[in-house]
């Protein structure tokens, strides 16, 4: 094998272990990991700017670490990263928005385990900031990051150390840049003029859309709209692993720099992808709530018991105490 061979087979391994933590976080992220470990100069240039141009701080937010549980992703420490889709930039909204989907990621490279907390978008909670209790998913709507991130911490009792923020024409333009992906649908609905058959089906972006976002003809109503949500997510993962990323990352990273922000810099990324490959067992956790009628607004109202046990298993996961 010539000096060259060895070098792209060294890349190659390389690569492939920072999807396995990628899986767990956001596609967006896998994204970036993949081509700033793959190639040289000109691609680390171009994912640099990139990840110039989406970052932006979690603003005034509450530290919810003390100054021995700081973060530093250079040593392994256990971190959680808040995943946010907001219902804009597609079908017809242009407006702020309200972030529809909500996971809560916490990552353990020494259990080599990541949970995946999907926060149900009804869910009844005292909105941080605005001295009103509402849906979780307005926060974003009434005070942006800053808001949406300081309710996540005071209802679950835990940090959000990152964020990533992703529009639903973000989600639709990365399903057409793998060339669609193949999803394994539990039962046939139909959606707006679309209609999806049972079993694995193919998806490009449109009816990946659609497909993420159905619930009224789930009888798991919002659960199970989480649920299909993660598949897609893990489906675009996996079909961009086998994507010849030289001649498509651009692609990849003028749709992250259209449609997504987040606090992660790309020496974070790249300290992820060299110390956190381990954590490849993901878990995926829910909290149901029960649905109620309130002022004429239906809500998932959690049981105060349920939702502090996840809050202790969160940040036992966390190496907090």
């Known amino acids: 094998m010539t000096a060259e061979e060895q070098k792209r087979h060294h890349h190659h391994k390389h690569r492939r272990r920072g999807w396995t933590l990628t899986k767990v976080i956001l596609v967006v992220l896998g994204v970036l990991i993949l081509a700033g470990g793959a190639f040289a100069a000109k691609v680390y240039m171009d994912v640099n700017q990139t990840a110039k141009t989406v970052y932006k701080s979690k603003g005034k937010t509450q530290n919810k670490r003390k100054v021995s549980e700081k973060v530093e992703l250079n040593k392994k420490t256990p971190f959680s990263i808040l995943l946010l889709g907001t219902d804009t930039g597609e079908l017809g909204r242009t407006e702020k928005g309200r972030t529809d989907t909500m996971i809560l990621a916490t990552v353990n490279p020494t259990t080599k385990e990541t949970n995946m907390l999907s926060i149900a ?74 209609h999806f058959d049972k079993g694995q089906i193919r998806l490009d972006g449109i009816h990946a859309l659609y497909y993420s976002r159905m619930r009224y003809s789930d009888s798991q109503g ?12 893990k489906a675009v993962l996996e079909k961009a692993t086998s994507l010849n990323m030289v001649s498509s990352y651009n692609n990849f990273l003028q749709i992250m720099a259209e449609n997504m922000q987040t606090n992660m810099t790309l020496k974070d990324i790249l300290n992820i992808q060299q110390n956190y490959g381990d954590a490849m067992n993901f878990k995926t956790l829910q909290l149901k709530g029960t649905g109620q009628m309130i002022d004429g607004q239906s809500f998932q109202v959690m049981n105060p018991t349920e939702v502090a046990q996840m809050s202790t298993r969160l940040r036992k996961q966390l190496d907090l105490k």
């Open 121 to 194: 978008r009804d869910s009844r909670v005292p909105i941080v900031g605005y001295d009103q209790t509402a849906k979780i998913n307005a926060a974003y709507a009434y005070g942006g990051i800053p808001m949406a991130v300081n309710t996540v911490q005071a209802f679950l009792n835990v940090p959000v150390d990152y964020y990533v923020l992703m529009n639903m024409k973000g989600l639709e333009q990365l399903v057409d840049a793998v060339d669609g992906i193949t999803v394994n649908n539990k039962f046939a609905f139909n959606i707006d003029q679309y």
């Open 222 to 233: 919002d659960f199970g709209r989480q649920l299909r949500q993660q598949e897609v997510i």
